[in-house]
Antibody, heavy 125, light 106 residues
Framework: EVQLVQSGAEVKKPGESLKISCQGS????????IGWVRQMPGKGLEWMGI????????RYSPSFEGQVTISADKSINTAYLQWSSLKASDTAIYYC??????????????????WGQGTLVTVSS | IQLTQSPPFVSASVGDRVTITCRAS??????LAWYQQKPGKAPKVLIY???TLQSGVPSRFSGSGFGTEFTLTLSSLQPEDLGTYYC?????????FGGGTKVEIK
């Protein structure tokens, strides 16, 4: 059974750094990209970017490029989302998700078929 | 590529037919998926390739469309269908979502 288990909720102050994680199991971690989706309070879904754990290749949404870093460690089947300097506007639930298609398959197969439980990040002074 | 969903909110009775539209800012062939998000839960994919039902999704859900206009139809609304529905294009990175349509049961 495919599972994505995310790290727990975080409360941080503006300017602090943070790295949240997403551990995959039940499948070969290097067979699929893994992505991150933001959901601000009461708002919709925003596709942030994806990483291929096999070689750490990444694709970012222009809205998030330079604001966050997406990475992965294939030795422990874990993907990461990190900030170097948090802002109050980073307050949101962050989901990791795994696409249906294999990493080398067409973009059209890269819809998210498996999701983590979400990590709530609260940034407040 | 931007996706515009309409309406943003739907209130309907059990048994009603509900239709949600998603318009793309440029042609995306049939490279579109639909998701359902129930309150407090992670999203779940319902449909991909505009009209292919994901395994395990009830047949009352259907999708259609090509190019720039797509629809998600719930043929007979059930109480468990309440939530927010999102479209997502799969044409090229970044894979953006639409703004969402919240479905309420009257």
């Amino acid at each position: 059974e495919v599972q994505l288990v995310q790290s727990g909720a975080e409360v941080k102050k503006p300017g602090e750094s943070l790295k949240i994680s997403c551990q995959g199991s039940g499948y070969s971690f290097t067979n699929h990209w893994i992505g991150w989706v933001r959901q601000m309070p009461g708002k919709g879904l925003e596709w942030m970017g994806i990483v291929y754990p096999g070689d750490s290749d990444t694709r970012y949404s222009p809205s998030f490029e330079g604001q966050v870093t997406i990475s992965a460690d294939k030795s422990i089947n874990t993907a990461y989302l990190q900030w170097s300097s948090l802002k109050a506007s980073d307050t949101a639930i962050y989901y990791c998700a795994r696409p249906s298609g294999l990493y080398y398959q067409a973009v059209a197969t890269q819809f998210f078929a498996y999701w983590g439980q979400g990590t709530l990040v609260t940034v407040s002074s | 590529i931007q996706l515009t969903q309409s309406p943003p909110f739907v209130s309907a009775s059990v048994g009603d037919r509900v239709t949600i539209t998603c318009r793309a800012s440029q042609g995306i062939d049939n490279f579109l998926a639909w998701y359902q998000q129930k309150p407090g839960k992670a999203p779940k994919v319902l449909i991909y390739s505009a009209s292919t039902l994901q395994s395990g999704v009830p047949s009352r859900f259907s999708g259609s469309g090509f190019g720039t206009e797509f629809t998600l139809t719930l043929s007979s609304l059930q109480p468990e269908d309440l939530g927010t529905y999102y479209c997502q294009h799969l044409n090229s990175y970044p894979l953006a979502f639409g703004g969402g349509t919240k479905v309420e049961i009257k």
